[in-house]
């Protein structure tokens, strides 16, 4: 007769057995589908398998071969985050109902090795590797909250953040594309020939410029740095005398300006 309560133990063993293994080779996905050979538990005769976890012994009184499968659904879920250069954002691991038995993060920053932040509450330890960024930190004791915190943000914190939750629940994964915004310098200046230009400077991403009232002669140019931000300059021009005054209008998502200058006659 199969024993529910060691098929379950069997299964939560596996998980933390494709930790260790993870956290010997942090370039490695932990591998939520496995399966044991009989009468084994070296992690050696692990290999990954599709769909549930498996477990196989022949522990019955008559030495027949009993198959016990655990099905340890994996849920995914895919979040795109914005946060502005210098605030602090807060990335949320999967909540369950029972206690996290394992925790882990992986950073993936541009021109940056992986980065690894692991937490297991059966020895209350964590773990990093290659993090070198001390403004990315767990936001609060990991046993009470595998929270990740980031403070202040930026440019360079763009990026993809995984974690990645194991608990008798089952296995839980919530990634998050981060982008980093930041808000564009605007200025408006006259030029030659009664010309306006409008600047948005090292915005990220680049800033909208549209002007009132519409129908000039307008040129945009824009300029990308190094950093990832990008400078937007529009440049426009109203023939005749009944325009006199102009409004640039700079829209970008940390917030928009309107700003407006009095033509010079003739």
């Known amino acids: 007769m199969l024993c529910p309560w060691r098929t379950a133990d069997l299964g939560l063993l596996l ?11 942090p370039h490695c996905i932990a591998q939520t589908d496995l399966k044991l050979l009989p009468g084994s538990s070296d992690p050696s005769t692990l ?3 599709s769909g549930r976890i498996t477990a196989s012994s022949s522990s019955n009184g008559d030495g027949k071969q009993i198959e016990q499968n655990s ?7 895919n979040t795109s985050l914005s946060a502005v250069i210098d605030t602090s954002a807060v990335l949320h691991c999967p909540r369950t109902l029972t206690e996290v038995v394992l925790a882990r993060w992986e950073i993936i920053l541009r021109d940056k090795p992986l980065c690894t932040k692991a937490y297991r509450s059966d020895t209350n330890e964590t773990k990093d590797t290659n993090c070198t960024d001390d403004r990315i930190t767990w936001a609060s004791s990991p046993s009470q909250n595998p929270d990740l915190h980031i403070a202040p943000v930026a440019i360079t914190h763009d990026g993809n953040y995984r974690c990645m939750t194991v608990s008798p629940d089952g296995n839980f994964n ?12 605007a200025s408006l200046f006259l030029s030659r020939n009664r010309a306006a230009v409008c600047r948005a400077v ?13 129908g000039g002669a307008c040129v945009t140019e824009q300029e990308r740095w190094g950093n990832g931000t990008v400078t937007v300059q529009s440049t ?10 102009v409004t640039c ?16 006659p003739g």
Not at 202 to 214: F, V, Y
Request: charged share 15%; net charge negative; glycine share 4%.
């Open 71 to 77: 099905s340890m659904p994996l849920s995914e879920v």
């Open 236 to 245: 426009c021009h109203w023939e005749g005398p009944d325009v006199t005054t």
């Open 174 to 185: 919530h990634e998050y594309h981060l982008q980093v915004l930041v808000a564009p310098e």
């Open 15 to 25: 998980i933390l057995t494709i930790f260790l293994v993870a956290e010997m080779e």
């Open 202 to 214: 090292a915005g990220k991403p680049a800033a909208h410029i549209s002007w009132t009232p519409e």
């Open 47 to 49: 290999a990954s398998q």
């Open 249 to 264: 209008s700079v829209s970008h998502l940390t917030g928009n300006r309107s700003l407006f200058i009095e033509l010079l």
